[in-house]
């Protein structure tokens, strides 16, 4: 004798609709994939400012490292540019 799988409903990944038994996709309407596949793309955007955000903050941070330790006033002064630059 085999076990029967318990049945659960199926809901939709945007609404949560209950999805009927014979329905094979993951949303109710087009309207809701369209709209999941628009909430995804921000989201990634999003990291990736946040990605870029972490970069140039670490870049910056080196630079002033540099500054801290040049000895002399023209080595400052390219420096300061390229901070000024990234700013």
Same mark, same amino acid.
């Given at each position: 004798? &085999? ?5 659960? %409903?199926? #809901?939709?990944?945007?609404?949560? *609709? =209950?999805?009927? @038994? ?12 369209? &709209? ?5 793309? %921000?989201? #990634?955007?999003?990291?990736?400012? *946040? =990605?870029?955000? @972490? ?33």
């Amino acid at each position: 004798m &085999t076990k029967r799988k318990p049945f659960r %409903n199926r #809901y939709c990944m945007q609404c949560g *609709e =209950i999805l009927p @038994a014979s329905f094979q996709g993951s949303f109710c309407s087009d309207q809701c994939n369209r &709209t999941m596949k628009a909430q995804r793309g %921000n989201v #990634y955007a999003i990291g990736q400012a *946040e =990605i870029h955000d @972490a970069l140039r903050t670490a870049k910056l941070m080196r630079l002033h490292a540099e500054l801290d330790r040049c000895a002399t006033h023209w080595e400052r002064a390219k420096i300061q540019a390229e901070i000024d630059a990234i700013k």
